[in-house]
């Protein structure tokens, strides 16, 4: 594998562990089988945000100050709002109350550990407090997807690495790594010695040698596989996916599909072992998508005059109807029938009610009426939901120790 690899921090969780995806993405990537990977409205809205984050910091402004400015990301056009502003608020200010002088997305170099490698940060800066120093960390995930675990990330990890070299290797007591995720968890911390990264550091060393010499193996997990370019088969190359994540999506199944003159067979839930049926549960909505992959790939094929044996491609039920002059069929329709041609008036829901009640620092907005209506508003509690174990949020206490103590 050349030296030439794009071993980016993003993608730390894939090629710190499944070592052989590096030269797999690089042969498809070349052979034009996988293209280079665009950029969606949610990456490039997070770029906005980005953007706003780094010209509070460096300008010494509120994010508010920025509302109704356009910003162009990846080809797409963002207005920030309120809304982005008031998310951006908590992490700035946290930043603010601990130093005055932050280094905001700055490129580090991690060639002591990853030669030629290198990462934009979001933001570091060494804090000296009374008990300790530390160098920060911190990251902007603007997303609202699932909350990520500041905790052993190797992403934050290397660009501390990356930070600490930056900073000319300063002796500190410990190191934090803040992830900033205003939409789904709020801020999140982990702290580590500055023996314990630089430790981490060694390991990615060890990662190089053996990406570089070739001593690779593939190793498909929920974290390696869930970005990574190879997964995905793309029929009109030929390229039916990532035979080892293919496999180990099999796998989970337990054979079900081995025999393919009969039809698949899946054990009863009573006769799994604890331990598998986790296991299943945990992978169920990844292998949802694999097989949703394979559904489409196997449709394509049919498309393309080469359909999997024992399947055709046809045409399914017609879409919704759908009026193709909504002006003339209101005419229509308000002629027949007058008011019934409109449904019900409907009212708005919370959200937006908020968007246009709440007062912020550069909207007058409603207050009283805001207050007001906070009385009318409840939430039922969450449902009970499965997480790793490790996940940070408590457990819940069992249904029969709830009366334990009622004697």
């Not at 067979?265 to 909505?285: D, G, K, N, Q």
């Not at 041609?341 to 959200?351: C, D, E, S």
């Not at 907005?365 to 997480?387: F, M, N, S, T, Y």
Request: proline share 7%.
């Amino acid at each position: 594998m050349a030296a030439h690899a794009k071993l980016s921090p993003s993608s730390c969780a894939r090629w710190s562990t499944c070592t052989a995806s590096v030269a797999l993405i690089d042969r498809l990537k070349s052979d034009g089988v996988v293209p280079e990977r665009s950029s969606s409205i949610y990456a490039a809205e997070g770029t906005a945000a980005h953007e706003v984050r780094e010209l509070s910091l460096q300008l010494g402004l509120d994010p508010h100050d920025f509302i109704g400015m356009k910003i162009v990301a990846d080809g797409y056009e963002f207005t920030v709002s309120e809304e982005m502003a008031e998310y951006l608020v908590p992490g700035i200010d946290w930043i603010r109350e601990r130093t005055d002088d932050v280094d905001v997305e700055i490129r580090v170099d991690l060639s002591p550990w990853l030669p030629g490698q290198f990462g934009t940060m979001d933001g570091g800066f060494l804090m000296v407090t009374v008990d300790a120093s530390a160098l920060v960390a911190s990251d902007l995930k603007y997303g609202s997807g699932e909350p990520v675990s500041p905790e052993k990330n190797k992403q934050q990890m290397l660009y501390a690495l990356g930070y600490w070299h930056f900073k000319d290797r300063p002796k500190v007591d410990k190191v934090i790594v803040v992830i900033d995720q205003p939409r789904a968890g709020g801020m999140k911390f982990w702290e580590c010695s500055l023996d314990e990264l630089l430790a981490f550091g060694e390991e990615m060393k060890v990662v190089y040698a053996k990406i570089t010499s070739g001593d690779t193996e593939f190793v498909p997990s929920d974290y390696a596989c869930r970005w990574c370019e190879a997964r995905d088969p793309n029929p009109a190359k030929g390229y039916l996916g990532c035979p080892a994540y293919n496999e180990w999506q099999l796998s989970i199944f337990q054979g079900a599909f081995d025999d393919l003159d009969a039809e698949p067979h899946f054990p009863e839930a009573h006769t799994l072992t604890p331990e598998r049926r986790y296991y299943i549960v945990r992978h169920a909505s990844m292998a949802q998508k694999w097989l949703a992959g394979l559904h489409q790939a196997s449709l394509e094929a049919a498309l393309m005059g080469n359909p999997d044996p024992g399947s055709k491609a046809v045409i399914g039920q017609r879409g919704n109807r759908y009026f193709v002059d909504e002006v003339a069929a209101q005419e229509v329709l308000t002629g027949a029938v007058g008011e019934a041609a409109f449904k019900p008036r409907q009212l708005i829901g919370i959200t937006e009610a908020e968007k246009l009640l709440k007062p912020g620092k550069k909207k007058q907005g409603h207050p009283e009426a805001w207050e007001a209506l906070q009385k009318l508003v409840d939430q039922p509690d969450g449902k009970p939901i499965l997480v790793p174990a490790d996940d940070a949020r408590p457990a819940l206490t069992p249904i029969a120790d709830m009366f334990d103590d009622l004697d």
